[in-house]
């Protein structure tokens, strides 16, 4: 008898734990931003327009320990001049519950399409980068971050 | 908010004509997201500083629209190509209305 109800609350707080465990996997989830939302918010900026590779250099950590400050440099190829340069930069986090970041505008007066700030990141993702220039083309980049410590205050 | 942001900017005070120069901006702000709960589990309202413009001689140069995902106290570089002797201006707008300011002289010569 004893043994039995031992028996029966072992695999009572197995399950629990399993249970438990799932729900901590997927809740997270269920509130972030992903590469739909991302593609949603490109959509809602240039529409159904192509983008080309290149051009962009989107310099971000392999791995940052903080997700609260994580580095993130663009640096856009262009000669910056009144008839050629970068008009605008957006700066997209897959898996954020929000997916933007940072929009730049640019002018020819900067002399060169680079800027740096520092983000928030909840867990590890893909961080987008897209770039506008003022004849209309459109470049995008794509870097992957691995988060230790994400940074939503959760 | 404890205290007023206060906004640091590094820019040199003299360049050539045609020189690049690295601007480096830092306010100090809590940058609060809007995602966080406090205690009570009630959801701590957004407050950021939503833009950050840089002007010289009164023309704008370079625009940055910030969003709950930059971290507080936030850093802004960006570059600039000394072409004339004037005055950077620089604000910050916060979601409460207010505009945090700072103006730095640049010599070209």
């Known amino acids: 008898m004893v043994l039995k109800s031992v028996e029966k609350t072992r695999r009572e707080t197995l399950a629990m734990a399993a249970i438990a465990g799932l729900a901590a996997i997927l809740a997270p989830r269920l509130s972030l931003a992903d590469e739909q939302a991302v593609a949603v918010e490109i959509k809602k900026l240039y529409g159904d327009k192509k983008f080309e590779s290149g051009k962009i250099k989107l310099d971000v950590p392999e791995i940052a ?3 609260l400050v994580v580095p993130v440099n663009v640096d856009i190829e262009s000669p910056m001049t009144d008839a050629d340069y970068v008009k605008s930069v957006h700066v997209f986090a897959e898996g954020n519950p929000l997916p933007a970041v940072v929009s730049y505008r640019f002018t020819p007066a900067c002399g060169k399409a680079s800027a740096s700030t520092r983000m928030r990141l909840a867990e590890t993702q893909n961080i987008v980068c897209i770039a506008e220039m003022s004849n209309g083309k459109l470049h995008m980049a794509k870097a992957n971050v691995k988060v230790t410590i994400g940074g939503c205050g959760g | 908010m404890a205290t007023k942001p206060t906004p640091r900017v590094r820019v040199p005070t003299q360049a050539k004509p045609g020189e690049l120069i690295e601007i480096k901006t830092l306010i100090s702000h ?26 010289f001689n009164g023309k704008t140069v370079f625009e940055a629209d910030w969003n709950p995902a930059i971290s507080a106290n936030p850093y802004q570089s960006f570059f600039y190509k000394a072409a004339e002797s004037g005055e950077f201006t620089f604000t910050w707008k916060d979601d409460d209305g207010s505009d945090y300011v700072a103006t730095n002289k640049l010599t070209v010569a």
């Open chain 2, 30 to 55: 809590e940058m609060e997201s809007g995602q966080r709960k406090d205690a009570s589990g009630k959801v701590v309202p957004r407050k950021i500083i939503n833009k950050f413009t840089a002007a």
């Open chain 1, 65 to 67: 320990e903080n997700g």
